[in-house]
């Protein structure tokens, strides 16, 4: 991995200098983290809906920070998307898709939890920013994969709708330290509005799969 | 001045409004946007900043009425040249590492004898309130342009600041659970039609860093490396990153470090 290439190197040029000017040791990585938690907090101030508690980091974050551009233990992957899985809502009234049109808007609004963002107005998952939809849309992001012709490609079954459902409440329950935001584990989409992005992605009639 | 060719960037603009809605190939979308990109950098009106900077630096302001001529960024003091390209740095007087914003303060502190929270107000420029911090910073480093990038870790306060900005750079956190690498750590990623550069490479890093600070045509404002990084932890959905704080300095050092071999290319402009 390049990323380790750079680390490896980065930690052979620091290790050099911290001899020559006499420095005992270089700090452990539990104390370079213990001392980053310091300075975060120090370093952020809360403003508008965006308070300091978004700092505080559940197991998910924590483990996902420690790991990113190494590979994550097979343990440590199960125990996240066990814990993950277990916490998704499914909806009480069993229905998992709601209307593909409402799902499309809230695919392409950009808006929602930011300090910038009026805590009254709309709050969107911006799926596009990352996901290439519906095909008429061109201005679409690369990291995550093309979701185009989701539901046409792994059939319009119950599985794959609550597979699709569940996704996007909490991608952590399916692929541990995934990019994707939870945004039903989190509280940044509403029951209903899951439901409408399933949709769009489910619904035979959404331009997804046509 | 250059820039003033208003009528190619309008009609630069006007070229992609036209091409953005129109149903063709992907491809065509994004060479039309390259093609705006190109005639952008015909002219740059961050030049007005650097201008306006280097007046300011000259003139005697605060309490003590002195100018910031004195003012040493890390190679002696009264030197601007190439001093944005060895920062952030460890500086012995106030012991501790410092961007070129944060240095910026100190002089305003200990030369011009502001109080600290008047020399940190207002960093950011807006429509009806220009920033001095913006143009300082303008000024300054557009003194390091075609200087190559050479960020120290030789003092240990230097190796803890990358590591602490590096820890930074990989903190999930927020209601959306990200990081900086979320977005910054895989080459030929895309937000929309934006490229994202992979700043945990060095040639990510470089390409990022030398063009920072940039005119911002979308906001008509010259934004500096502090404001990038401010708009960056807004967008991941963090409260407000505090304007020279250790872990904008931390996190600056990470990135800037990671860029060193290239060759230093700001002011400059950005859609």
Request: overall charge positive; some cysteine; glycine content about 8%.
């Amino acid at each position: 991995m390049q990323l380790r290439h750079l680390t490896g190197a980065l930690a052979a040029a620091i290790a050099v200098p911290a001899i020559l000017i006499g420095c005992a040791t270089a700090p452990s990585d539990a104390e370079v983290a213990a001392k980053a938690t310091a300075m975060l907090k120090a370093s952020f101030s809360e403003r508008g809906q965006a308070k300091l508690d978004r700092l505080a980091q559940d197991d998910m974050q924590k483990t996902c920070s420690e790991y990113t551009g190494k590979v994550l233990p097979r343990d440590a992957a199960e125990k996240i998307e066990k814990a993950n899985l277990a916490a998704i809502k499914w909806p009480a009234d069993g229905k998992l898709l709601g209307d593909w049109k409402n799902g499309e808007k809230i695919a392409q609004e950009g808006r929602g939890m930011q300090y910038s963002d009026d805590p009254t107005g709309p709050v969107g998952a911006n799926c596009y920013a990352c996901h290439q939809l519906a095909p008429q849309e061109l201005s679409f992001g690369t990291i995550g994969p093309s979701l185009y012709q989701f539901g046409k490609a792994r059939g319009y079954n119950d599985e794959v709708r609550k597979y699709a459902y569940g996704k996007i409440y909490n991608a952590d329950a399916y692929n541990a330290c995934t990019n994707m935001p939870r945004f039903g584990h989190k509280g940044i989409l509403t029951e209903q509005q899951i439901k409408d992005v399933t949709a769009l992605l489910m619904d035979p009639d959404s331009p997804v799969n046509k | 001045m250059r820039f003033i060719r208003r009528g190619a960037l309008a009609g630069a603009a006007l070229a992609l409004a036209l091409a953005a809605p129109v149903v063709l190939g992907q491809g065509s979308t994004v060479d039309e946007i390259a093609k705006y990109r190109a005639a952008l950098q015909d002219g740059n009106p961050a030049e007005l900043w650097e201008a306006r900077g280097a007046d300011l630096w000259r003139q005697k302001r605060g309490p003590k009425n002195v100018s910031l001529e004195q003012c040493d960024l890390g190679l002696g003091a009264g030197v601007v040249k190439g001093a944005y390209a060895k920062l952030p740095k460890y500086f012995a007087d106030a012991d501790r590492v410092m961007d070129l914003e944060t240095r910026i303060v100190w002089c305003m502190v200990t030369l011009q004898g502001y109080a600290e929270a008047e020399a940190k107000k207002g960093p950011f420029g807006g429509p009806d309130r220009k920033s001095d911090m913006e143009a300082y910073v303008a000024y300054v480093t557009s003194e390091s342009r075609g200087i190559k990038m050479d960020v120290s870790l030789r003092h240990s306060k230097e190796q803890e600041a990358f590591r602490l900005g590096e820890k930074m750079f990989y903190f999930r956190g927020g209601t959306h659970d990200f990081a900086c690498a979320t977005c910054h750590a895989e080459d030929g990623k895309r937000i929309r039609l934006q490229d994202l550069p992979n700043l945990t490479h060095t040639l990510g890093a470089q390409k990022a860093y030398t063009t920072w600070p940039a005119y911002r045509v979308s906001q008509g404002e010259l934004r500096t490396f502090q404001w990038r990084l401010n708009d960056c932890f807004r967008q991941q959905r963090f409260p407000e990153l505090i304007f020279a704080s250790d872990a904008s300095i931390a996190l600056t050092m990470f990135l800037a470090y990671n860029a060193n071999g290239a060759a230093f290319d700001a002011p400059a402009i950005k859609r």
